[in-house]
């Protein structure tokens, strides 16, 4: 079982943004993050799942992931994500990386388990803190898919 605990922060909403992550599994860990001059967070919320799935080395794993969002968790364990995507995404935000995300919960067994946060969680705390760092960073590059959107690009079928 792969653990994958994430966080996104943004200051202020939209604004310099950054994700944290923390992959686990079989007593080794590894922590990615990164981070954007412009974006929001609920796109750094679903950024960091998406990197910590693409940085799994094998495919059909099992994995639980461990988000504070509750737009992310919602999104896929209730199922809303299936009726975007068959409706062609029309009126909804983070095309972009539904997209990308569907490619890879389909290459793993992907569950979500929503976590409190700023509630203490070790992890949860940890991935905070990168994404945090991450966005203050100086020079950072540009959300791509986020400045798209903002020009109603990303919301006709570009897949």
């Not at 943004?10 to 007593?27: D, Q, R, Y």
């Not at 998406?50 to 799994?56: D, F, K, Y």
């Not at 062609?88 to 972009?96: L, Q, S």
Request: glycine content about 10%; aromatic content about 10%.
């Amino acid at each position: 079982m792969v653990e994958i605990f994430t966080d996104g922060a943004c200051e202020p909403n939209p604004g310099k943004g950054g994700f944290g992550i923390i992959l686990s599994f079989n007593g080794h860990t590894k922590e990615i993050s990164g981070g954007y001059k412009l974006t929001t967070n609920n796109r750094m919320e679903l950024l960091a799942v998406i990197i910590g799935l693409e940085a799994l080395k094998i495919d059909n794993q099992d994995v639980t992931v461990f988000s504070d969002s509750q737009y992310v968790c919602n999104s896929v364990e209730k199922g809303w994500i299936w009726g975007w995507q068959k409706k062609g995404f029309v009126g909804r935000v983070n095309v972009d990386l539904w997209r990308r995300y569907i490619v890879l919960h389909h290459k793993h067994k992907v569950r979500f388990k929503w976590i409190k946060g700023h509630a203490g969680h070790p992890q949860n705390e940890r991935c905070d803190r990168l994404a945090v760092a991450a966005s203050q960073i100086p020079n950072l590059p540009d959300d791509v898919g986020y400045l798209n959107s903002k020009n109603k690009i990303t919301n006709k079928l570009d897949i």
